[in-house]
């Protein structure tokens, strides 16, 4: 008797479009929030499990995937992670001083509000730059679990460098390992259309669109100048750095790993995605390997889009007189600052009061900014992560395609 070649169901789901199974995710997500927001609700517990699956292991596939890199890399071999640290550098300035001219062209109003704050904002650059410089050295095995990600790439970079003495076994060791992570993220990642579904259900059940309404111009001014970045300034730098038409890189990267993370609404959690992105590109793995977690950690454009907007949304408000280079200031403020916002939703808003203080803004209005912030952030901060994840592997693709 003839063995059935026809596919199982899951064969076929393993298989099929996964952009397209978001799309359906997405859709019933939203359909089932309109016809039943509390089942809406609780299905938001298959989002939860899916970024805390995509959580649990990114930072464990960083690890070793560095470590293996590194231990791996042969003498002579080139990467190209200089390239990818001046475009991040570049593209977050672009972003912040875009942010300025927006906010200049269509200034934003705020409805400040009373609110508790449960989380502490910095109080200071300095005080940025101490958690950054403090962060590298935090105990390795803590960095994993808490999946701070400058801790992670220090110390597999020491132990990547130390294990390139090692012998050959134990580097096929390494590399093996590595595999193996990457094949299990593999199988995590075929869970977003059920994770998206969950988020897309849940947000929507629980936040609505009334809120959002009030704020819509802000809305647009952010939208508008992280769009403007996407599909403007990004395509821009790709040019210059390859002499390539950009936007078929630009709108893959856009569709395949800025989906997932406007979803998700995690930097740190689509590196997953960004990783396999980047096999799929066939780029140079030496270079992502190091560079996409790195990003996920201080390629922040859409965060210094966010800091700039909101804050001179706040001086607009207070009617402060402010001129066009001390708002410079602030977005160059703004970009050194969105290097230190974690990669989690909301990592961002929590560096406004830092940005405000530039104008003797107290910390109680400040604070109300940030509780603006988290009221617009079922759009705002999705968008945001979509910008700043989708960039990791857009200027990872440029340096490594280097004409």
């Known amino acids: 008797m003839a063995l059935s070649t026809t596919p199982t169901l899951f064969q076929r789901y393993m298989n099929g479009s996964l952009v397209l199974q978001i799309i359906v995710g997405i859709i019933c997500g939203l359909a089932l929030s309109y016809v ?85 904002a910095p109080k200071g650059i300095g005080e940025v730059l101490h958690s950054l410089v403090f962060n590298m050295v935090d105990n390795p095995l803590n960095a994993i679990v808490t999946g701070n990600y400058i801790g992670i790439l220090t110390w597999a970079a020491f132990i990547g460098i130390g294990l390139r003495h090692a012998n050959e076994t134990t580097k096929v060791l390494m590399q093996n390992l590595a595999d193996a992570i990457t094949t299990v993220v593999g199988f995590v990642i075929r869970l977003a259309p059920f994770g ?36 403007v300034s990004n395509p821009l730098l790709v040019f210059l750095t390859t002499r390539q038409n950009p936007y078929p890189l630009v709108f893959q990267c856009l569709k395949t790993s800025g989906i997932t993370a406007f979803f998700t609404r995690s930097s740190a959690a689509n590196i997953p995605v960004n990783m396999a992105l980047c096999e799929k590109l066939e780029l140079d793995e030496d270079t992502y390997s190091v560079s996409i977690p790195l990003g996920a950690t201080i390629n922040m454009a859409g965060a210094a889009i966010t800091i700039t907007v909101l804050t001179l949304a706040a001086v607009n408000t207070l009617n402060i007189p402010v001129d ?70 857009i200027f990872t693709a440029a340096a490594c395609r280097k004409s």
């Open 324 to 393: 066009f280079p001390t708002a410079i200031l602030l977005s160059v403020i703004a970009a050194v600052s969105a290097g230190g916002s974690s990669g989690v939703a909301g990592g961002s808003l929590l560096l406004i009061p830092l940005a405000c203080s530039l104008f003797n803004i107290p910390n109680e209005i400040a604070m109300q900014v940030v509780a603006v912030g988290f009221i617009i952030g079922v759009v705002q901060d999705s968008a945001e992560t979509a910008l700043n994840s989708s960039t990791d592997v």
């Open 196 to 231: 998206i579904f969950g988020l897309v259900a849940n947000t929507i059940a629980t936040t609505g669109f009334d809120a959002l309404l009030s704020y819509s111009h802000l809305l647009m001014v952010l939208i508008g100048s992280m769009l403007f970045i996407a599909l």
């Open 36 to 120: 039943a927001p509390s089942v809406g609700q609780s299905a938001g517990i298959l989002g939860d499990f899916f970024v805390k699956a995509l959580k649990g292991i990114a930072p464990v596939l960083v690890f070793v995937l560095v470590v293996a890199s590194i231990a791996n890399h042969k003498k002579n071999q080139q990467t190209h992670i200089k390239p990818v640290l001046v475009l991040y550098l570049i593209g977050t300035l672009i972003a912040a001083v875009t942010a300025v001219m927006f906010s200049f062209a269509f200034p934003s109003e705020l409805n400040l509000i009373a609110t508790d704050i449960s989380r502490s």
